[in-house]
């Protein structure tokens, strides 16, 4: 007998064992299906922004989403006053970044002159441009006596003082009513909407495609159909050519092509982080507002706080009013004041938190600069994480009614702005319903609600230094801009309108 219990089974003849899975499935092909991914919420955002956007922005879609697919975007890095501000400047520069005001004004300054023929393609390099035409007194002590820059001439000093606000003032504009006589008014044929045009052409812009709901299916297209309550309505389009950077605003970045990351910000001597990171497109709605000295501002959108400090840094404002619409939304406003706001601003109340919904707030008549940074779909984010994401089905309802909503968020800043002041409205969404569609909605209800004068600025000639960083889509926008992720800088979206209120 042998020692070992170890048997051995002998191998049968297969015929004698029909297979028990013939006539049904493969086993191997039910295994695949059971270990295949499951379609993630992530994933439906992205099919759906393929329908969408792919028609909208044609053979662009590819470049800009491939650019989305990464996480993270490119920062730019907004130096904190209340702290060491000119021993950061020069640690940015010693990393090699870029001085967005230096940039802008060598690039504004070539166009105007027509010395250099540069079109954004032929940049390799802004940071060579910066130091050859801009006399920077840091720049000299940053780079050694043998790099290529440092004997080269260089032409603009530190102190030369950008362009005043009314060294490129607009032409007057005469006041009257909207749907009066418009023929004696600076008009921008190319950005108006035509009076006989029915706003159902934003149709093109929405997929045609159901979405499953908890009640069944939806139409997204049909969601849509108060667009045309404004397709009779026309509004006054004026050029801006300057964008103003306010003095004491520095914003950081690195050049085209540069995918240098910023390290994480220390603590300066005053006790407060040395700079805020943020994505590139950011900045963009804050400089459109043009903070001036003594400014009441109101942000009504708030959280998480990024866009409130860059206002605080431009050392202007008398009050800066920050609100959202939750408690949890409120603190994160709250934790970034703690991280990079001294003390100072509280003694002398500069800022102050509230919370509320932006479309209930009823301050009339005490705020020249609001930003209307709304809700949105959150292009980028939402192809990221499933948590929280809005196209979770059991926010379809939500997510359906955000241009709805955001329209009255805007309205409603329409209607407190003084005159003569001006409203901001962004989203990072790359849609033109949440874009340029909710704008127009939003300037016909405040016309009928308030009688106000509003003009909504082209900013397409102020902007265009920017344009070696920035990439602005060309989709036919009447009224606002969008800032695209591109593989060479990938910040956004970004979509920015402004809008001021003449009477």
Known sequence: MPSSLTTTVPQLPRERYPDPFLGKASPHKTFKSVIKKKKTVKDKALEHFDEFYGSVYGNKWEDIRASLLQEQSKYVAVVNN????ERIKTELQLLGAVHLKSLYNVMKENKKNNKKNIHKNDVQNPMDTIIENIQLSEVKSIYPANNVHSS?????????EVPTKTDYALEPVKLQSIEGNLNDVNIDTNRFIESSLDLTMLYEYVPATQIKGLDGYVLESEHYGFYNKAADFNVNIVKESMLQFPEHLHVYTFEKGNFSKFPSPKNGSTGVLDYYLYDGGSILPVLALDIQLGDVVLDMCAAPGGKTLTILQTLMPRIVVANDITESRVNRITNVMQQYVSNVCETECMIHLTQGDARQIEEHDIYNK???????????????????????????????RLPEVQSEILTNALKLVRPGGTVVYATCSLSPIQNDGVVHVALKKAWEMTKSIMVVKDMSEALSPLEYLYDF???????????????????????????????
């Open 473 to 503: 889509a060309n989709i036919g926008l009447k009224y606002g801009h969008i800032v695209v992720p591109t593989r060479n800088n990938n910040w956004g979206p970004m979509y920015f309108c402004k809008i001021q209120r003449v009477q």
């Open 370 to 400: 609001i930003l209307v940074d709304v809700p949105c779909t959150t292009d980028r984010h939402v192809i990221h994480s499933d948590e929280n994401n809005i196209f979770k089905h059991t926010r379809i309802k939500e997510r359906l």
């Open 82 to 85: 209340f702290s060491d501000t």
């Open 152 to 160: 080269q001439s260089l032409t603009l000093e530190e102190n030369d």
